[in-house]
Nanobody, 119 residues
Framework: VQLVESGGGTVQAGGSLRLSCRASGRFYRRYCVGWFRQAPGEEREGIAAMDSNGKIRYATSVKGRFILSKDNANNTVYLQMNSLKPEDTAMYYC???????????????WGQGTQVTVS
């Protein structure tokens, strides 16, 4: 499974960004998908995950501001980020796994990451 993220950048506080993640390889629609982020010197923070039934969970820190969605036809996962805050600054990683019991930060596959900076 290969995951390639895009859409990161620099935005002012209060702004929005949409991250995309294109999956390829032996990626199946029943896989769980999600996003985690990591800021320098900080631990990974799981922020959103979708299970094989389409149920979505969000971290408290992003609930109501971020929206996770999935386009099965194009094997693409999105993270719409609204009302961004400086504390959202981090490297964002798309992740996937066939084992939906694991925490999103422990999923088996992840991409190279895309940087989000909120000033």
């Amino acid at each position: 499974v290969q995951l390639v993220e895009s859409g990161g950048g620099t935005v002012q506080a209060g702004g929005s960004l949409r991250l995309s993640c294109r999956a390829s390889g032996r990626f199946y629609r029943r896989y769980c998908v999600g996003w985690f982020r990591q800021a320098p010197g900080e631990e990974r923070e799981g922020i959103a995950a979708m299970d094989s039934n389409g149920k979505i969970r969000y971290a408290t820190s992003v609930k109501g501001r971020f929206i996770l969605s999935k386009d099965n036809a194009n094997n693409t996962v999105y993270l719409q980020m609204n009302s961004l805050k400086p504390e959202d600054t981090a490297m964002y990683y798309c992740t996937a796994d066939q084992n939906c019991v694991r925490a999103v930060t422990d999923f088996a596959y992840w991409g190279q990451g895309t940087q989000v900076t909120v000033s």
